[in-house]
T-cell receptor, first 110, second 114 residues
């Protein structure tokens, strides 16, 4: 099935560092979501974006809806060990069926 | 409400056996979705219900797969004559029909076909 491209695929960072990741699509979306998934669990919604150019924060997380509507970005500031996990983007051009990205695996070194 | 509940959490079955998974969505959510996630990949859409009506099925959902939501509340996903390629995490999610379109996922059912 179709999956969105996420970059980087994985990253190791030191605790306290900022993290940036992005997600690109060949299609225009009207909603972007960012999820975090821990091993053996379902994805947990972090941030939802509904308008091109929108910048939304949730604690140390900030996400942006790209102005082309074909990309989105997630930043994590001052990373901590519990930030470890897999981050997925998801987009839709409708109202219910989301296409998910391939994931960015984050490992934080204390 | 404790969120989206899925049972069982893990299922190991022999090839050729039938399996059934259950999903209990958040009670006020009228939309319910099934996704499949294989190792190292993101979730892939399988099917979608609004209330009891199944409104879309992915071509990933072969004839061996069937999903129901008989009273617009819980849903079941059945796989008949399981194959090793069916091994995956099966995720259920629910949402409201209007407003915030973000899904709430359950913890998933991990299926292993041996």
């Amino acid at each position: 099935g179709q999956q969105l491209n996420q970059s980087p695929q994985s990253m190791f960072i030191q605790e306290g560092e900022d993290v940036s990741m992005n997600c690109t699509s060949s299609s225009i979306f009207n909603t972007w979501l960012w999820y975090k998934q821990d091993p053996g669990e379902g994805p947990v919604l972090l941030i939802a974006l509904y308008k091109a150019g929108e910048l939304t924060s949730n604690g140390r997380l900030t996400a942006q809806f790209g102005i082309t509507r074909k990309d989105s970005f997630l930043n994590i500031s001052a990373s901590i060990p519990s930030d470890v996990g897999i981050y997925f983007c998801a987009g839709t051009s409708g109202t219910y069926k989301y296409i998910f990205g391939t994931g960015t695996r984050l490992k934080v070194l204390a | 409400d404790t969120g989206v509940s899925q049972n069982p959490r893990h299922k190991i079955t022999k090839r050729g056996q039938n399996v059934t998974f259950r999903c209990d969505p958040i009670s006020e959510h009228n939309r319910l979705y099934w996704y499949r996630q294989t190792l190292g990949q993101g979730p892939e859409f399988l099917t979608y219900f609004q209330n009891e009506a199944q409104l879309e099925k992915s071509r990933l959902l072969s004839d061996r797969f069937s999903a129901e939501r008989p009273k617009g509340s819980f849903s079941t996903l059945e796989i008949q004559r399981t194959e090793q390629g069916d091994s995956a995490m099966y995720l259920c999610a629910s949402s409201l029909a209007t407003g915030d379109y973000g899904y709430t996922f359950g913890s998933g059912t991990r299926l292993t076909v041996v």
